[in-house]
C-alpha cells in the first residue's frame, strides 16, 4: 500500500507532486531543493544551499518514519559541477559509513533559476507497529 508523506508547508501540492511516497519498508523522497519555510530558496553560497537542501531532505524522511542514517540511495543534481568537492564535503557532514549509493549529474537548470542542488532519495522506513 502507497502512503502519501508530507510535511508542513507542503510545497509540493501546488504541483501535483508527493513529497514522498512510502511502500512497504521503502521510502521514496521527491527531490529536496534549498527553499526555506516561505519554499523560496535560501540566499547564499552553494554549502548553504546544499546545507538547506540537506535538512530539507531529513524532514521529509522524518515524517515518513526515516531519517539521514536511512538512506539507501541519493540522486544529486547540480548545476555545476566545479561542486563536486562541495558535495563530498555535504555527504560528509550529513551521512555516515556506510555511506548510501549515489548519482550526481550536472544537470542546465533546476525548478528555480537561483537553485543550485536539489537531493532525491531512496532510504529504508521503520516498520509500522500493528494497532493492537
Same mark, same amino acid.
Do not use: C, W
Given at each position: 500500500m502507497r502512503?502519501h508523506i508530507?510535511?508542513?508547508?507542503?510545497?509540493?501540492?501546488?504541483?501535483?507532486?508527493?513529497q514522498?511516497?512510502?511502500?512497504?519498508?521503502?521510502?521514496f523522497?521527491?527531490g529536496?531543493?534549498a527553499?526555506?519555510?516561505?519554499?523560496?530558496?535560501?540566499?547564499?553560497?552553494?554549502?548553504?544551499?546544499?546545507r538547506?537542501a540537506?535538512?530539507n531532505?531529513?524532514?521529509?524522511?522524518?515524517?515518513?518514519?526515516?531519517?539521514?542514517?536511512?538512506v539507501?540511495?541519493v540522486t544529486?543534481?547540480?548545476?555545476d &559541477?566545479?561542486?563536486?568537492q562541495?558535495?563530498?564535503?555535504?555527504?560528509r557532514?550529513f551521512?555516515s559509513a556506510?555511506?548510501?549509493?549515489?548519482?550526481i549529474?550536472?544537470?542546465?537548470?533546476?525548478?528555480?533559476?537561483?537553485? &543550485?542542488i536539489?537531493?532525491e532519495a531512496?532510504?529504508?522506513?521503520k516498520?509500522?507497529k500493528?494497532?493492537a
Open positions: 502512503e508530507t510535511t508542513e508547508p507542503d510545497h509540493y501540492a501546488p504541483y501535483l507532486l508527493s514522498g511516497i512510502r511502500f512497504g519498508d521503502l521510502l523522497i521527491s529536496q531543493a527553499g526555506g519555510q516561505d519554499g523560496k530558496i535560501v540566499p547564499g553560497d552553494f554549502l548553504t544551499q546544499g538547506q540537506f535538512s531532505l531529513a524532514r521529509a524522511l522524518e515524517a515518513g518514519g526515516s531519517s539521514l542514517h536511512d539507501i540511495k544529486i543534481f547540480v548545476t &559541477m566545479g561542486h563536486f562541495d558535495v563530498v564535503q555535504l555527504r557532514e551521512f556506510p555511506y548510501p549509493a549515489d548519482t549529474a550536472e544537470i542546465k537548470a533546476l525548478y528555480d533559476p537561483n537553485a &543550485m536539489e537531493i531512496i532510504a529504508a522506513a516498520k509500522i500493528a494497532e
